[in-house]
């Protein structure tokens, strides 16, 4: 049975790995997605060379409580207008990057 969660959890999939498939345009540098379903942890990672070590998390996003925590957005567009083009309402979307004050007035969860 598909219960809203898994829902939600192909959701987050469908989100991160539409952007994994964008390439970077310099180095050598490739996009890694986690996909952490039992901890509702999931992650687009960078990883590879350009000119140093790159490494890094590029979109974290936690699901808690029925919400859609993005802990950082490292997009030029931002993922959470990608959620909500997916059917995802704002009160189930925190920006978990901006600080508690903040976060009343971005049009999104407050928590």
């Given at each position: 049975m598909h219960t809203r969660f898994d829902a939600d959890r192909d959701l987050i999939e469908r989100v991160l790995t539409d952007y994994?498939?964008?390439?970077?345009?310099?180095?050598?540098?490739?996009?890694?997605?986690?996909?952490?379903?039992?901890?509702?942890?999931?992650?687009?990672?960078?990883?590879?060379?350009?000119?140093?070590?790159?490494?890094?998390?590029v979109i974290p996003i936690d699901l808690i409580d029925g919400q859609f925590w993005i802990q950082r957005d490292g997009t030029e567009q931002g993922v959470a207008g990608d959620l909500e083009a997916g059917g995802l309402p704002r009160d189930r979307i925190v920006l978990a990057f901006k600080s508690e004050k903040v976060r009343p007035h971005n049009g999104y969860a407050v928590a």
């Open positions: 994994a498939q964008y390439p970077y345009a310099y180095g050598e540098i490739e996009r890694q997605l986690i996909f952490d379903r039992q901890r509702d942890h999931d992650l687009l990672m960078s990883v590879g060379w350009h000119k140093h070590r790159v490494h890094g998390c």
